[in-house]
């Protein structure tokens, strides 16, 4: 199974468990052949965001899936074309779908805190929809007779319902202590299972209500999705917790050991209809088939799409590695030490798929798929010209290296995707391999076509190298030489020919590796076994009697070339696929690059890993906050976490705080210090402990698309959110419940929100170039929309009085207005280069700061509009979020260089000179050669060069990492001497 390019949300198998079913936040429905794990068809689209739910018809000739677009639809599961139009009604997330038993009818739930039921064959609602739950509804199943429905809610109860009149049977189900996220009816009709964020797997008597026995519980966090095993002796459940467990439904007694493999949340599970198997569906993007008996994973999973390091090579000296990534940067490492040089090359807006060095070493080029080829210098890290553009999909081109310039015109030949090109040992010819099948030469000077394409391959090429002096090619005739060298039962993921010419190897998705003959095309030995999953790179080493290859198994093996037996132990320690694998010039290293984000380098001998793998994809420090009391600082990133740091020594104070699911955007800390408050692109506002860094209650689920901003209120009962979906939305701080309607007015997406410091307020910024005021009671706008801005405003606030509120914009400028009469107050305040992303006030009102994608932060005089001091520079990249100490003694920033700056803002603003100067001495500068001068001339110290930038601005206190570049600086004068005063230096002692 290869499957989609998002979260597997839910899966289902069909009635006769040839096929199943999977919905994803790819949008897109899928088949896959049970058996085989062969995706069936093309994938079913027309959902206009995330697939929460898919079922199959009892008949198994078609698919009901709901959505996030709040539709539900009907699909035919052999065609994959829609039956009808969407069936809408819902007015929130449709969560969960299931057909009837008889198909004449499906029925939905919905984050509306509604059941609806609708006529399958014409998408007409029956009857009114069936209310009750007080609380988003997450799950619904039809009991087997068809006469009845259960739902689970986030009101933490199980209601049964009559299906042919809509009324509710009973009192709800009441014992979880938090949502009931699943929900299913036994096949016998006797018993309801449900599932719960309390952690735990309940069994009720579906006649009378009551709970039977004790709790299910094991899992250790939040249970997704729960199922009955055909002959309703056994329930499966999977959680966040990443196991899927089996239990006795009888005893509630857990079957084995929990099922290990998935690596983020299972989402969703059920059994084939003969109860052999189960399958499973998981936030980390693949599904699982598992034997229900043995609890052993059935095969491969359907994996992808983590940011990979996609492709590395050792420069010609052998001293350093370049890697691309699908993070869209290429690195440069230090092959011995395991550091990167300098800072990640970026440019490409889309995958990097290839590097490689010059032969001198001195560039790196690397070709991406934002259909670009770019040269960099790897002295100096910067890009040499501009991006090399002009592939339109299926060409060749050749550049020149120092001009950039196209050398004339594309290679043009192939009628599908160029995925592999390399240069004959000559530079005289390059040749070309690609999705549609054949292999191409060319001539490297004309860029003509050199004889007719080498046809023969089945599929796609993914790889071709010519030899130095699986098909083989004489490249001067493009006649293949001997047959096919065919003996892989799985697709060809690499080749490479042994340095000496004599041999070929290859790595395929049969878990094999095989040494050819290169003369004879005749198989050396048996194939090398040992890798447990797809082999998807291999070399040799420099003298040929090695061979290095890398595995989806997360290993990395070596083998001897001659005996084909694998030498030492499997070298571990990627946690995922390894992508890409290269010997050292010296054939004393291999280089390693993974889906797990790392580069590692080995000892080819030892197979010892040389040191700590090279992570660098931390991602952005996208929001920072001060506590009420200044001590600590709290961040959220890009990389998914909220951290808390000492603001007095940069140290990170316990662990990461880990729940959201993709880019965190704001943090701000609860007006009693003891909360953090966090939104983030997985649509959600999370509440957390900052004692325990434990989150408080479930997520704060209601918004659409991204929540951009949050903030408490003076009170801290609280919390407001503002979101990609256009709305700000006010919480229950305590409860998690969203107080009042959605405060609608913005015409696009609101990108940042305040309290007023009186809480009777809510301010906000949008990409509608507006600033809007609301009463925070009531929800209504005030007054009329603040404009001025000629661009998307990005950040907004309150003055600490209530009186005024700042924005920055898109449209490089700071602006500050009266709250009461939305007029602006003087002129904008202009000096960023670039856009302003984020904006606060001292406490005492007396100063905006302003933070930029000119990578600056600025003070200004917020009576004036007079910036005041010099911009604090030190941030590499843009400036993501500024705020300002309780003190106003100091401003802290966070930025996409990863970094979280401190900076004293009142001493020093009005200096004449900013550097750190010993006692004595009232200004100096910084000459070309790193020297330090006093004002008239003599040379007081010389700095390292990695030091200068840091100690050139003494207002910069502290860097978070303490390591970052162009980091804070502070010197101890006290026993410095210098000058004349050098003979102190000397001890007789």
């Known amino acids: 199974m290869t499957h989609t390019k998002g979260a597997v949300g839910s ?31 093309e994938p079913f689209k027309g959902h206009a965001d995330r697939v929460t739910s898919v079922a199959y018809s009892p008949d198994g000739q078609y698919v009901v899936s709901g959505s996030t677009d709040r539709t539900v639809r009907i699909w035919n599961a052999q065609t994959g074309v829609p039956v009808g139009k969407p069936l809408k009604g819902h007015t929130d997330i449709v969560t969960t779908v299931a057909y009837s038993p008889d198909g004449q009818y499906a029925v939905s739930g919905s984050s509306d805190k509604t059941v609806r039921i609708w006529n399958a064959q014409t998408g007409v609602q ?142 969703s599970v059920a059994y084939s209809p003969d109860g052999q198997y189960v399958v499973s569906g998981s936030h ?18 359907v994996e992808g799409h983590m940011y990979s390091a996609t492709s590395v090579a050792y420069s010609p000296d052998g001293q350093y590695v370049v890697s691309g990534s699908d993070d869209r940067t290429v690195r440069i490492w230090n092959a011995q030490t395991g550091m990167q040089v300098g800072e990640p090359l970026k440019g490409h807006m889309n995958y990097v798929n290839s590097v490689a060095y010059s032969p001198d070493g001195q560039y790196a080029v690397s070709g991406s798929w934002d259909e670009t080829v770019r040269i960099w210098n790897v002295q100096t890290g910067m890009q040499v010209g501009e991006a090399l553009r002009g592939h339109m999909f299926s060409t060749v081109r050749i550049w020149n290296a120092q001009t950039g310039v196209q050398v004339e015109d594309p290679l043009k030949g192939h009628f599908d995707s160029v995925r592999a090109v390399a240069y004959s040992p000559d530079g005289q010819y390059v040749v070309s391999g690609s999705e549609d099948k054949t292999v191409r030469i060319w001539n490297a000077q004309t860029g003509f076509q050199v004889m007719e394409p080498l046809e023969g391959h089945t599929n796609g090429v993914n790889s071709v190298a010519y030899s130095p002096d699986v098909r083989i090619w004489n490249a001067q005739t493009g006649v293949q030489i001997g047959e096919p060298l065919k003996g892989h039962t799985a697709w060809v993921m690499s080749v490479a020919y042994s340095p000496d010419g004599q041999y070929i190897v ?57 005996t084909g037996v694998q030498v030492g132990e499997p070298l571990k320690g990627h946690t995922y696929w390894v992508k890409s694998v290269a010997y050292s010039p010296d054939g004393q290293y291999v280089v390693s690059g993974s889906h797990d984000m790392t580069v590692r380098i080995w000892n080819g001998q030892t197979g010892v890993q040389v040191r700590k793998p090279v992570e660098g994809h931390m991602y952005s420090a996208t929001s920072v906050a001060y506590s009420p009391d200044g001590q600590y600082v709290v961040s959220g990133s890009d990389d998914r976490t909220v951290r808390i740091w000492n603001a007095q020594t940069g140290m990170q104070v ?3 705080l880990k729940g959201h699911m993709n880019y965190v955007n704001s943090v701000a800390y609860s007006p009693d210090g003891q909360y953090a408050v966090s939104g983030s692109w997985d649509e959600t506002v999370r509440i957390w402990n900052v004692q325990t860094g434990m989150q408080v209650g479930e997520a704060l689920r209601g918004h659409m698309f991204s929540v951009n901003s949050v903030a408490y209120s003076p009170d801290g009962q609280f919390v407001v959110s503002s979101s990609f979906d256009k709305t700000v939305r006010i919480w229950n701080a305590q409860t998690g419940v969203q107080v009042g309607e959605s405060l609608k007015g913005h015409m696009n997406y609101v990108t940042s929100v305040a309290y007023s410091p009186d809480g009777q307020f809510v301010v906000s910024s949008s990409f509608d170039k507006t600033v809007r005021i609301w009463n925070a009671q009531t929800g209504v706008q005030v007054g009329e929309p603040l404009k001025g801005h000629t661009d ?117 603003l009005h200096d004449a000179c900013s550097l750190q100067l010993p006692p004595g001495i009232s200004s100096g500068y910084i000459d070309n050669h790193g020297w330090l001068h006093s004002r008239n001339g003599p040379l007081i110290l010389w700095l390292p060069p990695h030091m200068r930038h840091g100690f050139k601005d003494k207002r910069q206190v502290l860097s978070i990492p303490a390591d970052a570049q162009d980091c804070a600086l502070s010197v101890d004068w006290s026993n410095f001497v210098h000058g004349t005063q050098w003979t102190q230096c000397w001890n007789s002692a």
Request: net charge neutral; proline share 4%; glycine share 12%.
């Open 506 to 562: 290859s790595g395929s998705g049969d878990k094999t590796v095989r040494i050819w003959d290169a003369q004879t095309g005749v198989q050396v030995g048996q194939p090398l076994k040992g890798h447990t999953q797809m082999v998807q790179s291999v070399a040799y080493s420099p003298d040929s009697q090695y061979v290095v290859s890398g595995s989806n198994d997360k290993t990395v093996r070596i083998w001897n070339g001659q």
């Open 284 to 301: 980390d993007m693949t599904v699982r088939i598992w034997n229900g008996q043995t609890g052993v994973q059935v095969r491969k999973p």
């Open 792 to 908: 998307i405003v990005r950040s907004v606030t309150y003055s600490p009085d209530g009186q005024y509120v700042v924005s920055g914009s898109d449209d490089e400028t700071v602006r500050i207005w009266n709250a009461q009469t939305g007029v602006q107050v003087g002129e904008p305040l202009k000096g960023h280069r670039n856009s302003v992303t984020a904006v606060a006030y001292s406490c005492d009102g007396q100063y905006v700061v302003s933070g930029s994608y000119d990578k600056t932060v600025r003070t200004w005089n917020a009576q004036t509009g007079v910036q005041v001091g010099e911009p604090l520079k030190g941030h590499t990249q843009m400036v993501t979020s500024v705020a300002c100490s309780p003190d106003g003694q100091y401003v802290v920033s966070g930025s996409e260089d990863h970094s979280v700056r401190i900076w004293r803002i009142q001493s020093g």
């Open 126 to 267: 029956v009857g009114e929809p069936l209310n009750g739950h007080t609380s988003e509804v997450t799950s619904v199943a039809y009991s087997p007779d068809g006469q009845y429905m259960v739902s689970g809610s986030g009101d933490k109860t199980v209601r049964i319902w009559n299906a042919q009149t809509g009324v509710q049977i009973g009192e709800p189900l009441k014992g979880h202590t938090a949502w009931v996220m699943s929900v299913a009816y036994s096949p016998d009709g006797q018993y309801i299972v449900s599932g719960s964020g309390d952690k735990t797997v309940r069994i009720w008597d579906a006649q009378t209500g009551v709970q039977v026995g004790q709790p299910l519980k094991g899992h250790t966090q939040m249970v997704q999705s729960v199922a009955y095993s055909p002959d309703s002796q056994y329930v499966v459940s999977g959680s966040n917790d990443k196991t899927v467990r089996i239990w006795n439904g009888q005893t509630g007694v857990q079957v084995g050991e929990p099922l290990k493999g998935h690596t983020y949340w299972v989402k």
């Open 11 to 41: 899966v289902a198998y069909s009635p006769n468990g040839q096929y199943v079913v999977s919905g994803s936040w790819d949008k897109t429905v899928q088949i896959w052949n049970a058996q085989t794990g062969v995706q069936v068809g």
């Open 654 to 656: 316990g662990e990461p």
